[in-house]
């Protein structure tokens, strides 16, 4: 029995393996790779592309990588110096315009500095003793060398020109051209003319900033002795040689350049003393508040005859006084300006002493201001004379 169960495992086995080995293989199973770490790192790593170079003038950040994107500056800004005006006339210490809203924009390095162009007229009348020849009436009649009363008008144009060598320095001429007339109220005298040309005056001025509403204004101005005319003698001396030969056409231009002077309030007779050498250091300031812009100025103008026929060999002048404007609208500014003059030496033909008025205006428009205003006298000798005159003025920065 043993030997049959034996036996008939034996056969069971044999025909099983028989059967495995006729049957088809079985397909593999597909087994999901595993992800390689180093792999990944190597595909990580492949550098992009290379980015276009950045435009010139442009920076990267700190530690970026070339595909940083490039920054680009802002650009440089330019210190510019306002534009500073003090009250007055376009001497080289009043340039044109007063406040920082008038200021021009900012310039690159290589544009030119600007130049200051700038006009004033003044037309007035003032009572003058003027030495005439009499020539309508006989000499038997009336001494030829005669001291007459006289109206005398004159219309005076300065026209100025200036340069910024530096945002803080401006170097600058003026050149006075007068036309007037004589009018002589006793008889037998006809109504005479004259034109001169006035002094040149060289100058300059230098700004500093004291803070951002106020400005410090120094300067200087050299008067040539370039005009005609001649003073006349005293009253003394006309009386004791009353037919003698003298240069009346030079007295007439002396006098109407002295009613030029006049109509200016006397605040540049630099530039209307003829034969006179002439130096005016002045000082001057802007200050804004608001609206409001105040323009004091204070001069003292010495002045030297080179020709010897002047009657007072030095003039010595302190000269004061300024304006305050409102700002009423974008282009308009309603200003009331005072003037004060006080001789500091003697002098025979001529009385500084006075105080006048100016009110009026200012037009801004863009890189031109405009004045307009009336001098009136109310103290001194310009009001002794009746003086009168009216200004109208231009400046502009190109």
Do not use: C
Not at 155 to 166: I, K, P, Q, R
């Amino acid at each position: 029995m043993k030997k049959r169960a034996r036996l008939l495992m034996v056969m069971a086995l044999a025909l099983g393996a028989g059967t495995a080995a006729a049957a088809p293989p079985a397909p593999p199973r597909k087994v999901a790779a595993k992800p390689d770490p180093r792999k990944d790192a190597r595909k990580k790593s492949t550098p992009a592309p290379p980015l276009p170079p950045p435009p010139p003038g442009t920076i990267s950040p700190p530690g970026a990588g070339p595909s940083a994107s490039p920054v680009v500056p802002p650009p440089p800004v330019t210190a510019t110096a306002p534009r500073v005006e003090v009250a007055g006339t376009s001497s080289p210490l009043a340039s044109p315009t007063a406040d920082r809203a008038d200021a021009p924009a900012p310039r690159s390095s290589a544009e030119p500095e600007p130049w200051h162009v700038s006009i004033d007229a003044f037309h007035g009348g003032s009572n003058l003793q003027v030495l005439s020849d009499n020539e309508l009436s006989g000499r038997e009649q009336r001494p030829t060398n005669t001291l007459d009363d006289a109206r005398v008008s004159a219309t005076s144009f300065v026209l100025g020109g200036a340069y910024d060598v530096s945002p803080a320095l401006t170097l600058g001429v003026r050149v006075p051209v007068v036309t007037g007339s004589i009018v002589t109220r006793g008889e037998g005298i006809q109504e005479r003319s004259a034109r001169v040309i006035g002094n040149v005056g060289l100058g300059g001025r230098t700004t500093y900033a004291l803070s951002r509403d106020a400005d410090l204004v120094l300067g200087a101005e050299l008067s040539v002795p370039t005009g005609g005319g001649q003073d006349q003698p005293l009253e003394e001396d006309v009386r004791a040689d009353p037919r003698a030969d003298r240069p009346f056409r030079a007295f007439y231009k002396y006098a109407v350049a002295r009613a030029a002077d006049r109509a200016t309030a006397s605040r540049d007779t630099g530039l209307f003393e003829m034969g006179r050498v002439g130096l005016s250091p002045a000082a001057g300031a802007v200050v804004r508040a608001g609206r409001i812009t105040a323009r004091p100025l204070a001069k003292l103008e010495g002045l030297v005859d080179v020709t010897g026929e002047a009657q007072d060999r030095f003039l010595v002048e302190l000269v004061g006084g300024g304006g305050v404007g409102y700002r009423a609208h974008a282009l308009l500014e309603p200003e009331v300006a005072a003037w004060g003059n006080v001789a500091l030496t003697s002098q025979k033909t001529r009385e500084a002493n006075g105080v006048t008025l100016e009110p009026g205006a200012r037009l801004h428009l863009g890189p031109v201001t405009g004045l307009v205003s009336v001098l009136v006298p109310v103290v001194g000798q310009l009001a002794d004379a009746r003086t009168l005159a009216f200004h109208a003025g231009a400046r502009g920065q190109f």
